[in-house]
């Protein structure tokens, strides 16, 4: 072997050191960004399941609140109701009490009417019965009178 075959062994030699050393470079660096592309994907599925449990948790939340307002409401519709029912009885009440009322009236009138109309017709056979006594006095003093004086 000459020194030319020597050198282009070392060469050789050299350059499969260099591909040997460039190949552990580059699984180092394969195995780093593996490393990195992993934890990047177990940072990304925590954040994923941070989101989830947090949407969970405000869906629970709206949920709560959804029911407490529905139950307000609830209540709100039974006060409505039942202060309509009470509206509409006192109403009934009281509108019962002015019929009962004007009925009252209506019948007290008609008593005073008809003891108006009693009182007149009294009145009116007195007056008669005045008349006619006044008239048979006229009538039996006209008599005595025409008796007197000889007709």
Avoid at 136 to 144: F, G, H, I, M, P
């Amino acid at each position: 072997m000459s020194g030319a075959t020597a050198a282009g062994k070392q060469s050789d030699q050299d350059e499969t050191y260099l591909a040997q050393t460039e190949n552990r470079h580059l699984k180092n660096t394969i195995a780093a960004l593996r490393e990195e592309l992993e934890a990047l994907n177990f940072e990304k599925d925590r954040a994923v399941q941070d989101a989830v449990a947090g949407a969970a948790g405000e869906i629970a939340q709206l949920k709560e609140t959804i029911g407490a307002i529905r139950d307000e409401l609830e209540e709100m519709r039974f006060a409505r109701d039942e202060g309509i029912q009470e509206a509409v009885a006192g109403g009934k009440n009281e509108s019962s009490q002015l019929q009962d009322t004007i009925q009252a009236l209506r019948d007290e009138m008609e008593k005073l009417k008809f003891d108006q109309e009693e009182k007149l017709q009294t009145l009116e056979r007195a007056r008669r019965d005045e008349v006619n006594h006044l008239q048979d006095t006229v009538t039996a003093l006209r008599d005595e009178l025409e008796a007197k004086n000889g007709k």
